[in-house]
């Protein structure tokens, strides 16, 4: 298995603009986490997925931040608009039995 | 919102030495687990140990866990340059009837050759 695929692995965008990250987690895992890591706040949760359900989203700091997860095999998280606050490294993770395999991570710098 | 504090926040020791890692936690737990992570690279599993159990073992790793006390440790036996990453406790609170895990701060962990 390739293990959890993220993308883009960097992306540069100018403040304002629209920004989507995207994940594929491992096949037959049924929960999906989506986490952002600064040094100033750590590892944050944002949101997380069970059998393709969003079930809490309270960690998604503002409505400028959506997530879907239109099936089993892909996840979105998506910035409209950007702000340079949201720099920071954002990961994905996919869980079975308990246990996290996390994605490389996207590192989101806007400027 | 973080529910586990790890203690201390970096540590430097000498290869071969042993490495012990803390972590504090507020509410019930149905797990506690060790993640790594590299320089750059995403988080990687190391270890569970359920709320029901006082210590486990894997190779050099050595994790307890105290609930009447919130707390657990990681034990990494005879250091090698390799371990230095950063090392994070995750816990999956009771209350929740979904693996919502939540990470602490971490431990950067250095290695000296």
């Known amino acids: 298995d390739a293990g959890v695929i993220q993308s883009p692995r960097h992306e540069v965008t100018e403040m304002g603009q629209e920004v989507t990250l995207r994940c594929k987690p491992i096949s037959g895992h049924n929960s999906l986490f989506w986490y952002r890591q600064t040094m100033m706040r750590g590892l944050e949760l944002l949101i997380y997925f069970n059998n393709n359900v969003p079930i809490d989203d309270s960690g998604m700091p503002e409505d400028r931040f959506s997530a879907k997860m239109p099936n089993a095999s892909f996840s979105t998280l998506k910035i409209q608009p950007s702000e340079p606050r949201d720099s920071a490294v954002y990961f994905c993770a996919s869980s079975l039995n308990e246990k996290l395999f996390f994605g490389s991570g996207t590192q989101l710098s806007v400027l | 919102s973080q529910q586990g504090e790890e203690d201390p926040q970096a540590l430097s020791i000498q290869e071969g030495e042993n490495a012990t890692m803390n972590c504090s936690y507020k509410t019930s737990i149905n797990n506690l687990q060790w993640y790594r992570q590299n320089s750059g690279r995403g988080l990687v599993h190391l270890i569970l140990?359920?709320?029901?159990?006082r210590e486990k073992h894997s190779g050099r790793l050595r994790v307890t866990l105290d609930t009447s006390k919130k707390s657990s440790s990681l034990l990494i036996t005879a250091s090698r340059a390799a371990d230095t990453a950063s090392y994070f406790c995750?816990?999956?609170?009771?209350?929740?009837?979904?693996?919502?895990?939540?990470f602490g701060p971490g431990t950067s962990l250095s290695v000296i050759p």
């Open positions: 140990i359920r709320s029901n159990e």
């Open positions: 995750a816990t999956e609170e009771a209350k929740t009837s979904y693996d919502k895990v939540i």
